[in-house]
């Protein structure tokens, strides 16, 4: 896809951070935009800050872990502009474990389930079966993580699971419509190279009252990016952030070449990659990654 101009995006999770930044990417190459989100604050804001620039756009209530509610934001995408030509499924939260993982609390896996798993599955199933019938090629973009998808940190258990189990699905979806020589382009989306810098720390803004657990805050004591450059400072590691305006450029640019690997790493990244597959083949006992590292 060469050129956005005229494309119907829709992205849930879009208010903030990467979605965010997409939207508007997006929106200044012409693109009408559908933002689905359950964050009010800042869908309000989303919507103020795209009409001031004006971009056409669309913000929406949309509880990505309830398939119809992203049903919804699919019907409301098309009365509103038509057709659907991208969708990033995106939305993703922290649980913000800490500790010993048989020691969690059985909310945050369901919230963190819900949300990162179950709002990609939800997506597919909403949207998969209107961009598989458009007579022009379309893109479903999945918003992953290094964290799961590539390596494994030991600190966040419960997301990495997540991000793992997305990959797997992103990548079989890619096979599924290459078998069926279908319209869609599918891309795995990887934030960084480095920690994003943004609200994901924060997420408990956005859990549901159903899932509250008796202490608030996370386990982690991490609730921003500067918490966690200060915590890894205290080891002696400075943490290097990426803004989300510089995944928004490579997305695009990514997508302008229908790759599938929507990608940027670094060279110790890459280093670890290696040393991961090493292991592996020649069945070495892992050992665990380090952050910052």
């Given at each position: 896809?060469?050129?956005?101009?005229?494309?119907?995006?829709?992205?849930?999770?879009?208010?903030?951070?990467?979605?965010?930044?997409?939207?508007?990417?997006?929106?200044?190459?012409?693109?009408?935009?559908?933002?689905?989100?359950?964050?009010?604050?800042?869908?309000?804001?989303?919507?103020?800050?795209?009409?001031?620039?004006?971009?056409?756009?669309?913000?929406?209530?949309?509880?990505?872990?309830?398939?119809?509610?992203?049903?919804?934001?699919?019907?409301?995408?098309?009365?509103?502009?038509g057709g659907i030509q991208l969708v990033f499924a995106n939305a993703g939260i922290g649980a913000g474990e800490s500790g010993a993982m048989w020691d969690y609390s059985e909310k945050d896996w369901q919230w963190c389930l819900n949300v990162n798993l179950w709002g990609v599955i939800n997506a597919i199933r909403a949207f998969m079966p209107?961009?598989?019938?458009?007579?022009?090629?379309?893109?479903?973009?999945?918003?992953?993580?290094?964290?799961?998808?590539?390596?494994?940190?030991?600190?966040?258990?419960?997301?990495?699971?997540?991000?793992?189990?997305?990959?797997?699905?992103?990548?079989?979806?890619?096979?599924?419509?290459?078998?069926?020589?279908?319209?869609?382009?599918?891309?795995?989306?990887?934030?960084?190279?480095?920690?994003?810098?943004?609200?994901?720390?924060?997420?408990?803004?956005?859990?549901?009252?159903?899932?509250?657990?008796?202490?608030?805050?996370?386990?982690?004591?991490?609730?921003?990016?500067?918490?966690?450059?200060?915590?890894?400072?205290?080891?002696?590691?400075?943490?290097?952030?990426?803004?989300?305006?510089?995944?928004?450029?490579?997305?695009?640019?990514?997508?302008?070449?229908?790759?599938?690997?929507?990608?940027?790493?670094?060279?110790?990244?890459?280093?670890?990659?290696?040393?991961?597959?090493?292991?592996?083949?020649?069945?070495?006992?892992?050992?665990?990654?380090?952050?910052?590292?």
């Amino acid at each position: 896809m060469k050129d956005f101009s005229g494309k119907v995006a829709v992205i849930t999770g879009g208010a903030s951070g990467v979605g965010r930044s997409l939207a508007f990417a997006l929106g200044r190459r012409g693109a009408k935009i559908v933002v689905g989100d359950v964050d009010a604050a800042a869908m309000e804001q989303v919507g103020d800050d795209l009409e001031a620039e004006g971009i056409e756009a669309l913000v929406a209530h949309c509880d990505v872990t309830q398939l119809a509610s992203n049903e919804a934001l699919a019907d409301a995408a098309e009365e509103r502009f038509g057709g659907i030509q991208l969708v990033f499924a995106n939305a993703g939260i922290g649980a913000g474990e800490s500790g010993a993982m048989w020691d969690y609390s059985e909310k945050d896996w369901q919230w963190c389930l819900n949300v990162n798993l179950w709002g990609v599955i939800n997506a597919i199933r909403a949207f998969m079966p209107r961009l598989v019938t458009q007579s022009e090629t379309t893109h479903f973009v999945v918003t992953g993580s290094g964290n799961g998808a590539l390596l494994v940190y030991p600190d966040q258990p419960i997301y990495t699971a997540t991000k793992a189990a997305v990959h797997t699905i992103t990548e079989n979806l890619h096979y599924q419509v290459q078998a069926g020589n279908l319209p869609v382009k599918v891309s795995a989306l990887f934030p960084g190279p480095h920690i994003v810098d943004t609200g994901l720390f924060n997420s408990g803004r956005v859990r549901p009252q159903a899932l509250q657990k008796e202490t608030a805050g996370n386990a982690s004591g991490i609730s921003s990016v500067d918490d966690m450059k200060k915590m890894a400072a205290e080891f002696g590691i400075e943490l290097k952030t990426t803004h989300p305006d510089e995944v928004a450029a490579m997305a695009i640019e990514g997508l302008e070449q229908d790759a599938f690997w929507l990608l940027k790493t670094t060279p110790e990244t890459d280093a670890k990659v290696r040393a991961r597959c090493d292991m592996i083949l020649e069945r070495k006992t892992p050992v665990p990654e380090q952050v910052g590292g």
